[in-house]
């Protein structure tokens, strides 16, 4: 007890405590202000994406890849509900000459901070809508890898597997900034 008070005030026995020592989240679990991931955190990705079909992802060659893969480029935002658990929409286009947004999408995040050292790998799956070249709902699925330099600034890679409900399934894999607030 006199530890926790030497960082915080006793007000009818709930401690307070001041802003330059340890803060404490929901359910009393301890966490550092200067931590990399926190809860209640908002981000925002600007994104390069790559896709390739269902016939390249099961048989993938170079000349596959270099005649199936349709680049683009998208910004998505996310926000965390708590240290692990996060919700994320985003749009990307990969051809502006039909509509400036191809694909839309929503996804439930989970991740997990690997101690100080910035990384946090996570998984993500969710359901969209593309536009362009045909309309169509799909669900995805995937996983990343995110690395923290700072609170406010990242670099992420991930890759998903896309379930389409018209037309043949594939995959996307994005590279990008994370901005954080």
Known sequence: MKKLMKHGILIGGTILMLAAGPAFGAHGMKYDDNELYRARETTLD???????????????????????????????????????????????????GHSFVDNASVSLIGRLPLGKGGFAPYVYGGAGRQFDPIELNYLHAGAGLEYRFTRRLGAFVDARYVFTDGTKNYGLARVGLRLGF
Do not use: H, P, W
Not at 63 to 71: E, F, I, M
């Open 46 to 96: 600007l994104f390069g994406s790559g896709s390739v079909g269902q016939q390249t992802i099961n048989n993938v060659t170079r000349a596959k890849v270099s005649r199936d893969l349709r680049l683009g480029a998208g910004v998505g935002v996310n926000y965390f509900l708590t240290r692990n658990i996060g919700l994320g929409a985003e749009g990307y286009s990969e051809n502006t």
